[in-house]
């Protein structure tokens, strides 16, 4: 059986070698969908399985205890919190080797928490890695920044007001949520949106914020 990395628009997951599988654990209907479309196979294919993502669980079951995460991550109350998720770092996919530096900036100098998730990938500990992007952030001193060093960052997305991202597959777990992305390889932002809390989704009234940073509105 195959159960994937994760989703994301890369379709990296949606590869010819997967269909040697016996069973297919597949995400949802845009991971469905692709897999019909790019390989010709049948709606109704035996090796589909829809399970979800088990793994982002912890967003909806109560597990998490958001006023306890703030306090341990030393967030203000007073404040929304944003968190910067980008993809591996790629010269062509990835906002971080693109803008990532004025990115992080721009955020850092508005009264916000915000937390930086980046990829394990982005650190000098792989070797492909060009950029030491662990000693760029140590050079950033913001009295709310907190750098995130944690492989999972379904917790973090919990506590987050606004996801900034990419085509990185932390962005999948949000759905139709707010989300500010860094469309490679133009850099115009786009209009952001504050995250309801989940009890309030289905009534939540969504208030158009616009920024004026990376030469877009």
Do not use: C
């Given at each position: 059986?195959?159960?994937?990395?994760?989703?994301?628009?890369?379709?990296?997951?949606?590869?010819?070698?997967?269909?040697?599988?016996?069973?297919?654990?597949?995400?949802?209907?845009?991971?469905?969908?692709?897999?019909?479309?790019?390989?010709?196979?049948?709606?109704?294919?035996?090796?589909?399985?829809?399970?979800?993502?088990p793994k982002v669980d912890p967003l909806v079951n109560g597990s998490l205890n958001s006023s306890e995460?703030?306090?341990?991550?030393?967030?203000?109350?007073?404040?929304?919190?944003?968190?910067?998720?980008?993809?591996?770092?790629?010269?062509?996919?990835?906002?971080?080797?693109?803008?990532?530096?004025?990115?992080?900036?721009?955020?850092?100098?508005?009264?916000?928490?915000?937390?930086?998730?980046?990829?394990?990938?982005?650190?000098?500990?792989?070797?492909?890695?060009?950029?030491?992007?662990?000693?760029?952030?140590?050079?950033?001193?913001?009295?709310?920044?907190?750098?995130?060093?944690?492989?999972?960052?379904?917790?973090?997305?919990?506590?987050?007001?606004?996801?900034?991202?990419?085509?990185?597959?932390?962005?999948?777990?949000?759905?139709?949520?707010?989300?500010?992305?860094?469309?490679?390889?133009?850099?115009?932002?786009?209009?952001?949106?504050?995250?309801?809390?989940?009890?309030?989704?289905?009534?939540?009234?969504?208030?158009?914020?616009?920024?004026?940073?990376?030469?877009?509105?």
């Amino acid at each position: 059986m195959q159960i994937f990395h994760g989703v994301s628009l890369k379709n990296r997951a949606v590869h010819k070698k997967a269909l040697a599988y016996d069973k297919l654990f597949l995400a949802g209907e845009y991971m469905k969908r692709k897999f019909i479309e790019t390989w010709k196979l049948a709606e109704d294919d035996p090796r589909f399985e829809m399970i979800g993502m088990p793994k982002v669980d912890p967003l909806v079951n109560g597990s998490l205890n958001s006023s306890e995460m703030k306090r341990s991550l030393g967030l203000d109350n007073r404040l929304p919190t944003v968190i910067y998720a980008p993809t591996r770092p790629s010269p062509t996919s990835s906002s971080l080797p693109m803008a990532g530096e004025q990115i992080i900036t721009t955020i850092a100098d508005m009264e916000v928490n915000f937390l930086i998730k980046l990829h394990d990938r982005a650190y000098k500990t792989w070797r492909s890695t060009s950029e030491d992007w662990e000693q760029k952030l140590k050079r950033i001193k913001k009295p709310h920044l907190k750098v995130i060093d944690d492989y999972d960052v379904v917790p973090y997305l919990f506590v987050s007001d606004l996801l900034v991202s990419d085509i990185s597959s932390s962005t999948s777990p949000l759905g139709n949520d707010p989300l500010l992305k860094y469309p490679p390889p133009r850099g115009t932002v786009i209009a952001i949106l504050p995250i309801p809390p989940v009890s309030q989704k289905n009534s939540f009234k969504v208030e158009r914020i616009h920024f004026t940073f990376l030469g877009g509105r």
